[in-house]
């Protein structure tokens, strides 16, 4: 199966830009998404990415995807408070079976 | 708000009770899934449902029985639980199981097992 790694943990200061990564092992997965979990909620999905896509932009969310270092990130900018959160990259297998990385706490400090 | 609702949002039951969890969806999506999610973990896939059949068993045990009696509800039946299947049990939808098709969560039952 695939693995999934992310850095367990990411403090930064409100206005700061934040850049959360995400590495892969199976480089199969079509689409790679990055969903969001607040305290006591279930997963929010912040966007996604085709896998022969280098970037994509959504307001202040832009996803890079590396595919020769099977490597993926988020970078959120002008980081806010509510942007508080556990946050996963997943890759998607057979059957759009997700496999979520191991998830990064993203901390915003005033 | 999510689009998926999930009841309940708590519940605490003994190793011997049965109970029912319940995931409501109205966006019309054909494609249904349980997750089980531990504390400070990812979720794990339990099972998924395409246009109301069973499509993936992720060898669960047989304590947790899927059923989808439409195509906007998706219950999960509990019986005879152990304490360590005590966590956040999660729905989510997609417009139909395949590549490219996002799925959106619930909020989850978290589930105490005593």
């Known amino acids: 199966g695939e693995d999934v790694e992310q850095s367990l943990f990411l403090s930064v200061r409100e206005g700061d830009s934040s850049v959360i990564n995400c590495t892969y092992t199976d480089s199969s997965s079509t689409y790679l998404y990055w969903y969001k979990q607040e305290p006591g909620a279930g997963l929010q999905l912040l966007t996604y990415?085709?896998?022969?896509?280098d970037m994509k932009q959504d307001q202040r969310l832009t996803v890079l995807l590396n595919k020769k270092d099977k490597h993926l990130s988020l970078r959120i900018a002008d980081t806010q408070t509510g942007d508080s959160a556990i946050y996963f990259c997943a890759g998607t297998g057979g059957g759009n079976k997700l496999t979520f990385g191991t998830g990064t706490q993203l901390k915003v400090e005033l | 708000d999510t689009e998926v609702t999930q009841t309940p949002k708590h519940l605490v039951m003994g190793m011997t009770n049965k109970k029912s969890l319940k995931c409501e969806q109205h966006?019309?999506?054909?494609?249904m899934y349980w997750y089980k999610q531990k504390a400070k973990k990812p979720p794990e896939l339990m099972f998924v449902?395409?246009?109301?059949?069973?499509?993936i068993n992720e060898s669960v045990p047989s304590r947790f029985s899927p059923e989808c009696p439409n195509s906007s509800l998706l219950n999960l039946h509990l019986h005879a639980l152990q304490p360590e299947d005590s966590a956040l049990y999660l729905c989510?939808?997609?417009?139909?199981?395949?590549?490219?098709?996002?799925?959106?969560f619930g909020d989850g039952t978290r589930l105490s097992i005593l």
């Open positions: 989510a939808s997609s417009q139909i199981q395949g590549e490219g098709q996002p799925q959106h």
């Open positions: 449902y395409s246009y109301e059949k069973l499509s």
């Open positions: 990415i085709f896998s022969n896509m």
């Open positions: 966006m019309g999506h054909r494609a």
